[in-house]
């Protein structure tokens, strides 16, 4: 069958040039184009001088879904399924015709030969379709970890501070009405680092966040599960905490003293930090809002009056 022995010894020199250039974007489009209407030629041929019923035709039809795959996995080719869709309408056009006046074919072979080659072309293009199959789903998977994996990190910067990796203001705002519709005591603390501007101006910004970032960490420990904690601006944290006023004083208490009692380095250099509190237990208001109003004016009273304290009830 000399037609079909030149045919192929035209197209391995093809794939052979070809895997030289497709990995260049210029080319990526043309040598796919070139592919795909190899293997339809070469079935289109099989068919017309073996026998259609040889089953050659099912490669015409393998190359379709491939063919979206690959145009639709490269990203140098420009709207891929208008792309495919022509490459597989000029392709079912082409071997439906050659179908319709393929006959008997021009090379006569024996019917048990016919079967093996029918049966055979059968498994391969079934195989072929199966792994570009397990491909795709693997792709698939691949795309929609992806996904999951970047709503989560939206989900995250919505809602938690990136610096502290506390709440952010909007989030716990949508936790009051728990706390306010719920029957259990709870208390408010608004802290605020002392003298945070002076750390900023005299070692750095970059001093500052690892001063914010490691009281952050030391409240939500102490805090845990007992409550919620908030960057609520700045250097302001917001704490809620489930609790009779002694039993959350006592927590805040403890919580600043360890503050106190931390040496930061940055640098060569040791720095003490030190936070004051302001407090406000839920019987002074039914609103949250109102309660941080409270714990905001107590603070600003400990700031002006020592700082490094816990304000938990109103002066004149």
């Known amino acids: 069958m000399y037609q079909l022995v030149l045919f192929n010894v035209v197209s391995v020199l093809m794939y052979l040039l070809g895997s030289l250039f497709i990995k260049s974007a210029k080319w990526s489009s043309i040598w796919i184009v070139l592919f795909y ?11 017309i001088l073996l026998n259609w019923s040889y089953g050659f035709s099912l490669y015409s039809l393998m190359i379709i879904p491939v063919s979206y795959y690959l145009t639709y996995m490269d990203p140098n080719i420009k709207n891929a399924g208008v792309f495919s869709t022509v490459l597989s309408a ?3 056009l082409a071997t439906t015709i050659a179908g319709l006046f393929a006959d008997s074919g021009i090379y006569i072979t024996n019917k048990i030969l016919a079967q093996m080659i029918s049966v055979f072309n059968f498994i391969v293009s079934s195989i072929i379709l199966a792994i570009f199959a397990t491909i795709y789903i693997y792709e698939m998977s691949l795309s929609v970890k992806k996904l ?3 709503n989560n990190e939206l989900n995250f910067l919505a809602n938690y501070d990136a610096l502290t990796k506390l709440r952010n203001r909007h989030h716990i705002s949508d936790l009051f009405h728990i706390y306010e519709e719920g029957t259990a ?3 408010v603390f608004l802290g605020d680092i002392d003298d945070f501007k002076h750390i900023n101006d005299t070692y750095s910004h970059d001093c500052g966040d690892k001063v914010l970032v490691s009281i952050a ?5 102490n805090v845990g599960d007992k409550g919620v904690v908030c960057r ?3 250097e302001e944290i917001l704490i809620i905490i489930s609790g009779k006023s002694d039993e959350c004083l006592e927590l805040i208490e403890n919580t600043r003293i360890m503050i106190q009692n931390q040496r930061l380095s940055f640098g060569y250099k040791e720095i003490k930090v030190t936070m004051t509190f302001g407090f406000a237990d839920y019987s002074e208001a039914m609103k949250i809002e109102k309660l941080v109003s409270i714990a905001d004016s107590r603070l600003y009273y400990g700031k002006r009056n020592g700082k490094n304290q816990i304000v938990s009830k109103n002066y004149s």
């Open 37 to 47: 209407f190899e293997i339809v030629a070469h079935a289109i041929a099989c068919g």
């Open 90 to 92: 000029i392709n079912i």
């Open 185 to 187: 005591p709870f208390c």
């Open 232 to 234: 609520w601006g700045g």
């Open 217 to 221: 960490d030391t409240i939500s420990k």
């Open 148 to 150: 999951e994996e970047k």
